[in-house]
């Protein structure tokens, strides 16, 4: 993956979303029937008065519910009553944004060189959004999985190949999902440092991994496998990894491998049975006299025959999904305020949607 300026999909313009019809997953996320992480799920109803960004994940539940035809994932969506509110937390890097250190770890830096660094104070909107935007977008690629089989969360492993934000993660554990994040952004282990911000949450295990998945063989070894669920969102964009025009490196995700070692690397960490989602939103493309936009390629970066040569059957590829990832667009307001966008002209999106074949 490459810097943060490559993850973002636009200042204004990050996102969300899919639906599908059901097939059958084998073993325990697969049991028929209403699960029970959904059962009586209800929505806070924070306060007018209550500007904190934990009540206004609460009210941007509140209004994708009516959207998210599962109910596990409306689940997801309630359990933003439960997150916490979280102190602003000051954080040092270099000049460059290349490195990052906790308040303890400057503390223990040279003093030359702790002179040098710049203090960065992160509130708790930025905790939960980390400039990638609302982590409740990911209810769109869940609602996605649990409408194709994906039945519980209990017990659910899942990889999130470039998570950009933890608040998406806190959710799937609080239903007792054990999530493993992937990310190359400095950033984050400085931000997520505190012990209560991985670990047992609910009934369920968070846990961050940094560095550069599948390449580096120690970042590999700590992500493991043995994984029911592999997601990424605005990440595996075909524009990042395979641009149609030269562009600035920074503005790329580098994978630091070859598409068939990346895909192999997938199936390896997906169990038989096991799915693997990408969901890309995307603004539109520049006119041909103008500057290339990487990310407004979404598409999937991988052949599907490359897929299906690695185990896995394609159920949706590149499927346009841009009525739904509207609706969504407009439930969380990204075409009102300042900045706002023009839904119907400047947002786009295609998921990929895979399952492992069984042994």
Known sequence: MGGRAARRFAASTIALAVLLATTTTPGAHARAGRSR?????????PADTDS????ELQREAARLAPLVRTPWVRAFLA???QLPHVATRAVYTDSAR???WTAGEAGTLPDSTRARLVRRE???GFYYDTRYGSPLAYARPLDLLAAAGVRDPRGLRLCDFGYGTVGHLRLLAS?????TGIEVDPLLPA???APADTGAIGGGHVRLVSGHWPGDADVAAAVGGGYDVFVSKNTLKNGYIHPERPTDPRRLVHLGVDDTTFVAAVARIVKPGGWAVIYNLSPAPAPPDKPYI???DGRCPFPSGLWRAHGFDVVDFDRVDDAAARAMGHALGWDQGAGAMDLAHDLFAHVTLLRRRAR
């Open 37 to 45: 992480a959904a059962a009586g799920a209800t929505f806070a109803a």
């Open 52 to 55: 904190s960004a934990v009540a």
């Open 79 to 81: 359990a933003t009553a």
């Open 98 to 100: 290349t490195r990052w």
């Open 122 to 124: 992160l509130d708790e």
């Open 175 to 179: 239903l007792g999902a054990d999530v």
């Open 191 to 193: 931000l997520y440092s």
């Open 294 to 296: 990487p990310w407004a």
